[in-house]
Each structure stands twice: as C-alpha cells, then as structure tokens.
C-alpha cells in the first residue's frame, strides 16, 4: 500500500507543478487565426459573441482579413503583423483576403 500511495503523490506532486500547454489556436482568452501558406488556420473557428479572435499573419505576402460582407477588413497585413476583431452578434461570418481573393475562411459566433 504505502508503494500505491508514495506514487499517487508524487504523481499529484508532478501535475501540481507542471505547465499545462494552451492550444495555438487559443491563447489567454483569444482565439488565434493564423496566415500562411496562403491559407487562414484554422477554419472554421467557432468562438461565443464577444470573444476576441487575432489574425497574424505567418506568410510571406500580405494579406487581409475581409469579411464578404464587409462588416470587418484589417485592411493589409505585412508579414509578421497582426490585426484583431471582436465578434458582437452571433452568426457565421465567411471573410477572404482582398489580395488572394481564393483565400477563405469562415468563423461561427454563438452566444
């Protein structure tokens, strides 16, 4: 028994120190789209109304973050820089970029 029991705390001992690692696509409260390769990743993303959601673009080339609807445009985004967008009423949002009009995205917003 006691063999059961040293190995349970030093098992808690470990998880009560260790980091636990935040997704990519989810860092201290925001959701992260990352650009590159010409792609937005990931997509779709699904986030709750008020949520932050920050684009960085990772590519080579500039980009924009445009909705079809032109609700949102980041306008251009030279590589490394990066644009947020808070999302204020549910709904499924498609966005492109003005540059690589082929490059398509959809974020999903619920309450």
Same mark, same amino acid.
């Given at each position: 028994?006691?063999?059961?029991?040293?190995?349970?705390?030093?098992?808690?001992?470990?998880?009560? %120190?260790? #980091?636990?690692?935040?997704?990519?696509?989810? /860092?201290? =409260?925001?959701?992260?789209?990352?650009?590159? @390769?010409?792609?937005?990743?990931?997509?779709?993303?699904?986030?709750?109304?008020?949520?932050?959601?920050?684009?960085?673009?990772?590519?080579?080339?500039?980009? %924009?973050? #445009?909705?079809?609807?032109?609700?949102?445009? /980041?306008? =251009?985004?030279?590589?490394?820089?990066?644009? @947020?967008?808070?999302?204020?009423?549910?709904?499924?949002?498609?966005?492109?970029?003005?540059?690589?009009?082929?490059?398509?995205?959809?974020?999903?917003?619920?309450?």
């Amino acid at each position: 028994m006691r063999t059961i029991f040293g190995a349970s705390a030093a098992f808690a001992v470990a998880l009560a %120190t260790s #980091t636990i690692a935040i997704p990519a696509t989810e /860092s201290a =409260g925001k959701t992260v789209i990352h650009i590159k @390769d010409f792609k937005y990743k990931p997509t779709p993303v699904h986030v709750r109304v008020g949520e932050r959601v920050h684009f960085v673009n990772d590519d080579d080339e500039a980009h %924009t973050v #445009t909705a079809k609807d032109k609700s949102f445009d /980041s306008e =251009g985004l030279d590589t490394g820089k990066s644009w @947020d967008h808070v999302f204020t009423k549910p709904g499924t949002y498609a966005y492109f970029c003005e540059l690589h009009p082929y490059m398509k995205a959809t974020v999903l917003v619920t309450k």
